[in-house]
């Protein structure tokens, strides 16, 4: 007697192999979500830097002395008010963050400053931070810089 078999797959295993294109897909995007906040990261400390290099030029021209602002002051603000002639546009962030600038120096945009720190938040927690002293790290979200909770710099690489 003859079996006759037909050739094709059953339905459980098509189901088996959706459910595992479907676990690998779901896993892949997590990463690629993951490789964005990164990328986005990096763009932020590399706008800061260029912040730091046009802050370099501007105390070169000015007797070594930084744009003073005590205050929490958004970077692009000292940028179009004090480095327009240093940088050809201010870097913005990719998304909607904001750098950050504050000096040791008294009164409100005069080169009277002697340090400076940079920050900004980044996507894989805490914040940014660029000194005038060269120092350049990652610090907690509870140290960052006059953060808005009256506490000041609480722990950051700069010590501002």
Do not use: H
Request: glycine residues 12%; proline residues 2%; aromatic residues 8%.
């Amino acid at each position: 007697m003859k079996k006759n078999f037909k050739k094709g797959f059953t339905l459980i295993e098509v189901l088996v192999v959706i459910s595992i294109l479907g676990i690998l897909a779901g896993l892949s995007l997590t990463s690629y979500t993951g490789a964005q906040k990164q990328a986005r990261d990096s763009q932020r400390k590399s706008d800061l830097n260029q912040y730091r290099n046009a802050l370099e030029v501007y105390a070169g021209a000015n007797s070594l002395k930084y744009p003073s602002y005590t205050t929490r002051t958004a970077a692009d603000t000292v940028c179009s008010s004090n480095l327009a002639t240093m940088m050809s546009s201010c870097p913005t962030d990719p998304r909607t963050y904001t750098y950050y600038y504050r000096s040791d120096g008294a009164g409100a945009g005069g080169a009277t400053a002697t340090q400076f720190v940079l920050w900004t938040e980044i996507e894989t927690g805490g914040c940014w931070e660029v000194c005038s002293t060269g120092k350049v790290g990652k610090i907690a979200a509870d140290a960052c810089p006059d953060d808005g909770d009256g506490n000041g710099d609480a722990g950051g690489v700069c010590q501002l």
